[in-house]
């Protein structure tokens, strides 16, 4: 039973409201004036007849503490697992570590978010959001506090501003292959000429490639988990087949023949998963597994400085699966098509990157309608003349 007791001289805490937790404790809590207690009181009463009812001490477990075990028990894969746990240490425990998670309020969100957003790009700052509210909202489903601070209407992401993809032209690209050291020189072919990410442009292996079918089975991808190497599905693990050209058929076998494909055994999926062999086709020269790490700087960004570009993040090797994307959808490639070569899963996803660049229309549907209409009045003009 919930009731409020006079206390008398105590002024600062003269009265006190008491009421019966759902797990059978006696709660208390005491106010200067009698109308906070009996509204404080009433809100505890209606949390517990509604089910919304948190214990108050139940808050009193640490954010550190909390996230820890909240990490512990995700099922992320080995990269997202070690990307989140960056972004915890880097990012979010610095603020919040040592404070309380009832007393995480939506105004230190906010003003943690503000912080952020003078450091880092604004899609890093939602990607950080959204790791803390789902931390957060774990401790809601767990009982330990009542709301989400991260869910609060006062808490705003910074957008993110639109940007055009401007991709490279068939001209630079193919002195950007030319730039790279013979060694490495069909690796951006690959990836210009088939739409590889690089990871699965580096876990390419011989039996992935239909030379007869002029196919590219994408099976496997080179990932690095704490700096080392290792075999894992493609993004998504949306295996897929993709057109092999013979721009990228020639490029791989005059490479091949070269450099003969070596066996590499790697981990799988997991660091302490089960070894797995595959001869790759792109391989380092100590005869491992092509680490971008190394290749990044030591290959593609001197490649891109012989050819005049700057080496930016825009810049990545990614920009040539943005130039693929490009020269298919100028020779009339469908955006369901494409979505399903570049291995995106929503081709919603593919047309909103890359539709700007699909071909202008408007001048081919003007065609399509006056020739259809030409065609008929040529046939009513022909029929009656000849009435």
């Not at 998963?273 to 290749?295: D, K, Q, V, W």
Request: glycine fraction near 6%; aromatic fraction near 6%.
């Amino acid at each position: 039973m919930a009731h409020i007791q006079d206390r008398g001289k105590d002024v600062e805490r003269r009265w006190q409201a008491r009421y019966r937790a759902p797990d059978g404790a006696e709660r208390t809590k005491t106010f200067r004036r009698k109308v906070d207690a009996q509204r404080w009181l009433d809100e505890v009463t209606a949390d517990i007849v509604t089910g919304r009812y948190v214990d108050p001490k139940a808050g009193k477990v640490t954010f550190g503490n909390f996230a820890e075990r909240w990490l512990a028990a995700q099922t992320f894969d080995p990269s997202t697992r070690e990307a989140v746990r960056n972004r915890l240490d880097n990012h979010i425990l610095p603020t919040f570590k040592k404070t309380e998670l009832r007393a995480i309020r939506s105004s230190m969100v906010q003003a943690w978010l503000r912080g952020r957003q003078k450091e880092l790009a604004p899609r890093t700052v939602r990607t950080l959001l959204a790791n803390l509210s789902g931390i957060l909202g774990a401790a809601v489903e767990d009982g330990l506090i009542a709301r989400n601070p991260c869910a609060s209407s006062s808490v705003r992401a910074p957008a993110i501003p639109a940007k055009r993809i401007v991709p490279w032209t068939v001209e630079q690209v193919e002195a950007i292959v030319a730039a790279h050291p013979a060694r490495y020189r069909a690796t951006p072919v690959v990836s210009a000429g088939c739409g590889l990410r690089q990871g699965e442009t580096f876990g390419l292996a011989v039996d992935d490639v239909d030379f007869l079918r002029r196919t590219i089975h994408v099976r496997q991808q080179v990932k690095l988990i704490a700096g080392k190497p290792i075999l894992a599905p493609p993004k998504g693990g949306k295996i897929r087949e993709v057109p092999l050209p013979e721009w990228v058929a020639v490029a791989l076998a005059e490479h091949i023949r070269r450099q003969p494909p070596i066996e590499v055994t790697l981990p799988w999926r997991d660091l302490d998963g089960e070894p797995r062999a595959s001869r790759l086709i792109f391989t380092s020269r100590e005869s491992g597994p092509l680490n971008r790490n190394y290749f990044n700087p030591h290959i593609w960004k001197p490649s891109l400085k012989i050819v005049g570009i700057a080496t930016t993040r825009d810049h990545g090797m990614h920009a040539l699966r943005h130039h693929y994307a490009s020269v298919l959808l100028d020779g009339g490639i469908s955006i369901r098509a494409l979505a399903e070569y570049l291995g995106h899963t929503d081709p919603g996803f593919t047309l909103r990157i890359y539709s700007h660049l699909m071909p202008n229309t408007e001048d081919r549907a003007r065609a399509v309608v006056d020739a259809a209409h030409t065609t008929r009045q040529g046939e009513q003009s022909e029929a009656g003349g000849r009435a």
